[in-house]
């Protein structure tokens, strides 16, 4: 959130292959950098149950590697809500310590308008030559604005899931933040969902100072928190 339909949680995660990254100047050593949504139907920067939008993707080539050619930009989803109108995008060649983004020929996604609010992502997956490079990285995004959000507080186990079910059986939407990738949620976030659900898990001490410092200002302020 930054919230997640702008520009925070698109940074995203992934792994590239670390031995080909190491032989600089052989290959290109590309980064995805950075998703940007533009151009959804009420321009609020989310993708909302309905909706049509754009989506741009940033490439980044390391200064000290070589130019990418061929280079070919493919979205995808897990999520059956979201579907993609093309599957793969041709981005120009990109020189050493350049960059690209797709701006003026962008993806564009289609929400199915049956989607309850939720957390979903989208993988980003780049090829490209000299040396057959192949990365990806994966994107939060949140679909529509949930009722309920979901603190992942539990230093890597999944009991967020249990909840993340019972929500779901009630059809309400849920986003969740992770805690140990996000740190942890500021009084904007807490108070922007009429409900939040924090699950600490079974760790000993399971709250830090900040943690406790932002539930007493939520609930100072009016957020309805439960704490498991």
Same mark, same amino acid.
């Given at each position: 959130?930054?919230?997640?339909g702008?520009?925070a949680?698109?940074?995203?995660a992934g792994?590239?292959? %670390?031995?080909t ?6 290959i290109p050593?590309?980064?995805i ?7 959804? !139907?009420?321009? +609020?920067?989310?993708?909302d ?6 989506? %741009?993707?940033?490439? /980044?080539n390391?200064?000290? $590697?070589t130019a990418a &050619?061929?280079v070919? /930009?493919?979205? $995808?989803s897990? !999520?059956?809500s979201?579907t ?5 995008? &041709?981005?120009p060649?990109?020189a050493?310590?350049?960059?690209f983004?797709?701006?003026e +020929?962008?993806?564009? /996604? ?5 989607a ?5 992502s989208?993988?980003?997956? /780049? ?5 057959q490079l192949?990365?990806?990285? $994966? ?11 979901i603190v992942d507080?539990?230093e890597? !186990?999944?009991t967020e ?12 939407? =849920?986003?969740? =933040?992770?805690v140990?990738?996000d740190f942890t949620?500021?009084?904007k ?8 659900? =924090?699950?600490t ?18 609930l100072?302020?009016? %957020?309805?928190?439960l704490?498991?």
């Amino acid at each position: 959130d930054d919230n997640l339909g702008n520009r925070a949680g698109l940074m995203g995660a992934g792994r590239i292959n %670390a031995h080909t990254s190491m032989r600089l100047g052989a290959i290109p050593v590309l980064t995805i950098q950075a998703i940007l949504i533009m151009d959804d !139907d009420n321009e +609020n920067g989310k993708l909302d149950p309905g909706e049509s939008a754009s989506i %741009a993707v940033e490439i /980044v080539n390391g200064e000290h $590697s070589t130019a990418a &050619e061929d280079v070919f /930009v493919s979205l $995808s989803s897990p !999520d059956p809500s979201v579907t993609f109108r093309q599957a793969s995008i &041709e981005f120009p060649d990109i020189a050493q310590g350049d960059g690209f983004i797709n701006d003026e +020929n962008p993806f564009t /996604v289609d929400v199915d308008s049956n989607a309850v609010p939720h957390s979903t992502s989208i993988k980003v997956t /780049v090829s490209a030559q000299p040396g057959q490079l192949l990365i990806d990285k $994966s994107f939060d995004i949140v679909l529509g604005h949930p009722d309920i959000l979901i603190v992942d507080d539990d230093e890597g !186990d999944d009991t967020e899931q249990w909840f993340i079910n019972s929500v779901e059986t009630m059809g309400k939407g =849920w986003v969740r =933040w992770d805690v140990e990738r996000d740190f942890t949620p500021d009084l904007k976030t807490i108070t922007d969902y009429p409900m939040v659900i =924090w699950s600490t898990g079974s760790s000993r001490e399971p709250l830090d100072e900040l943690d406790k410092f932002q539930i007493q200002s939520g609930l100072e302020d009016g %957020a309805n928190i439960l704490l498991i």
